[in-house]
């Protein structure tokens, strides 16, 4: 499966780029991870390393600062961490036992990084890592910013419950529904946010509300969140039943074996690499001011990012 993958995907028409403090802050956060209890056995420690967090952000935000570039990658890591809590440690198996991680960690957020209260004795390390990188965010004195990222968090918490809902039930969803909710549950959209919190420039709110733009945005998304699908399948697909992806939902809706809904799956994802090209054009060429361009690049870097990080990460082998 990891081959069909690699031979059907378009490549990104975008530049690859990389950082060059991706091992200075790919040991820096895996000691943040470690201190704060992230992972405490060997067997999380390694699959944690093997997700390379920092070659991701590294490729996502080749121009950020130092700061910037290690809040990203700890915040990769984290979305990682409650990913395979979720996946392969079981926490998202049923919506009830999910529920009270998930109530913690929205307290958490509507704290918008608030640096006075101290962070309960009873938090667990999810919520205690939660609140260092809401506090570093809010350090950075950009409070539009810092609201978005708050608001795609906790969309992204409670969108986790749904997922735990339809493992419940064994539910595959419809490929419209599951495009929907995977905007949410992927964690791209905040990783967009704190990616922008590294550059200077962003788009005014009236800019941001354009329907083209905000139609870029999810379009970019989805983009990063089927790449994650079609390479990560054929190791879902050994451990459990893949609900929770493209390929799946596909197959189920429309009845079609694995290989024609690998297939299919492939060219929507091509079909949206190829309008998204052709709509990012289109809004560089009339874009007049550097926040529209700095948007624009960070979605470009993600989605090239996400693709090249995706062909060699050891977490989906």
């Known amino acids: 499966m990891r081959g069909f993958a690699l031979s ?6 975008f530049p690859a780029r990389r950082h060059p403090e991706v091992d200075r802050v790919a040991a820096e956060s895996a000691d943040w991870a470690r201190g704060l209890g992230l992972v405490d056995d060997p067997a999380g420690r390694h699959r944690l390393a093997g997700a390379h967090a920092a070659e991701l952000a590294g490729r996502s935000g080749p121009e950020a600062s130092l700061t910037g570039l290690r809040l990203l990658t700890d915040l990769v890591n984290w979305l990682f961490v409650v990913d395979d809590a979720c996946d392969d440690d079981e926490l998202g198996v049923d919506p009830t036992r999910l529920a009270p991680t998930v109530a913690a960690l929205l307290t958490v957020l509507d704290r918008h990084g608030d640096p006075a209260p101290p962070v309960p004795a009873d938090a667990g390390p999810l919520a205690v890592a939660l609140d260092d990188l809401c506090r570093r965010a809010r350090d950075a004195q950009r409070p539009a910013l810092l609201l978005r990222l708050v608001s795609q968090l906790r969309e992204y918490l409670l969108a986790l419950l749904w997922e735990a809902a339809n493992r419940e039930h064994r539910r595959v ?39 083209a733009l905000a139609a870029l945005d999810a379009l970019a998304t989805d983009l990063v969140c089927w790449c994650n699908d079609l390479f990560s399948y054929g190791k879902e697909r050994g451990l459990a039943p893949a609900t929770h992806n493209l390929v799946t939902t596909i197959a189920a809706e429309t009845g079609q074996g694995e290989e024609a809904a690998l297939r299919a799956a492939a060219e929507k994802f091509n079909a949206a690499l190829a309008a998204y090209a052709e709509r990012d054009g289109a809004l560089s060429a009339a874009a ?7 948007f624009l690049a960070t979605r470009r870097d993600w989605i090239r990012a996400t693709y090249d990080w995706s062909r060699a990460a050891a977490r989906y082998a």
């Open 8 to 13: 059907a995907l378009h490549e990104p028409p």
């Open 288 to 294: 007049a001011d550097d926040g529209v361009r700095a």
């Open 173 to 211: 969803p419809g490929v419209a529904e599951y495009v929907q909710m995977r905007r949410h549950t992927g964690g791209v959209r905040p990783s967009f946010t704190m990616t922008d919190l590294n550059r200077p420039g962003r788009p005014g709110p009236a800019r941001r509300a354009d329907p």
